[in-house]
């Protein structure tokens, strides 16, 4: 087992499949059945969830939007996508905890590092929806901020993608894959892995970070065994 403790970084808009909005509970389902799989081999899993496919905050702003009040909302629809896997893995018995980055209760609890070590030895898995808790920061910049504070051995960054390229592959037919690519390559090529708050403060702080197809059915497991299925990014 290459990791023990992981942050998974999922997007909210794969949450919505073809359709582009809302919540495709065909790939929520997949989603939970694997993140499953990997907590019964014992790996600790916490999760941070984007609110693309409900709301996305600087989208608000194009519409019209007070910034600070649209990122709010982008931070609320980070929540919505949070209970639809709280809801999703308790249908599949397995236990997991919703944490917010503001008060929100009933709906969820307060986030704190010692919640989520609680959540762990409980074998639960630790959803942290709402971002950083503050305007002007992405839900990557809250992916990294978790990461470093529950002291993950890596930020798994799932997507529809198989890792990073030299170009976009969606694009470009002629682009090719990195098995493994240093921080400062990333910045020097000028690749777009994660908003660069986020990027400068795993490499600050010599977070690896992981970035693999989250949508083929087994692939988190392959990560968690080793196998080099995406783009490892270092020191």
């Known amino acids: 087992m290459k990791y023990k403790r992981i942050l998974l970084k999922l997007s909210g808009q794969s949450l919505a499949g ?43 702003v194009e519409l019209g939007f007070d910034r600070v009040k649209g990122d709010y909302m982008g931070m609320l629809a980070t929540i919505i996508n949070g209970l639809a896997l709280e ?12 944490f917010t980055a503001f008060s ?3 709906a969820g609890e307060r986030y704190s590092k010692q919640k989520v070590f609680d959540a762990f030895k ?16 992405s839900t990557d910049s809250g992916a990294a901020l978790r990461a470093l504070e529950i002291e993950a ?27 493994s690519i240093t921080f400062d390559e990333v910045i020097d090529k ?10 400068t ?8 970070i992981y970035v693999f197809d989250m949508d083929t059915k087994g692939n988190l497991r392959k990560v968690i065994d080793g196998e080099e299925i995406g783009t490892l990014i270092h020191e």
Do not use: H, W
Not at 87 to 98: G, H, N, T, Y
Not at 201 to 208: A, F, K, L, V
């Open 87 to 98: 809801s999703a893995f308790e249908s599949i018995k397995q236990d997991a905890r919703l």
């Open 201 to 208: 403060m795993c490499r600050e702080n010599n977070m690896p």
């Open 18 to 60: 073809e359709k582009g909005t809302g919540i495709d509970t065909k790939i929520l389902n997949e989603y939970v059945s694997q993140i499953k799989e990997i907590a019964e081999q014992g790996v600790e899993v916490a999760i941070v969830i984007g609110g693309g496919n409900i709301f996305r905050g600087l989208g608000g």
């Open 122 to 137: 409980n074998k639960q898995i630790a959803i942290l929806t709402g971002g950083t808790g503050n305007p002007y920061f």
């Open 104 to 106: 929100t209760e009933p």
């Open 153 to 179: 051995d890596a930020l798994l960054k799932g997507t529809r993608v198989d890792g990073v390229y030299t170009a976009d592959p969606e694009k470009d037919p002629n682009a090719t894959k990195f098995k």
């Open 190 to 199: 000028e690749l777009k892995v994660m908003d660069f708050t986020a990027f």
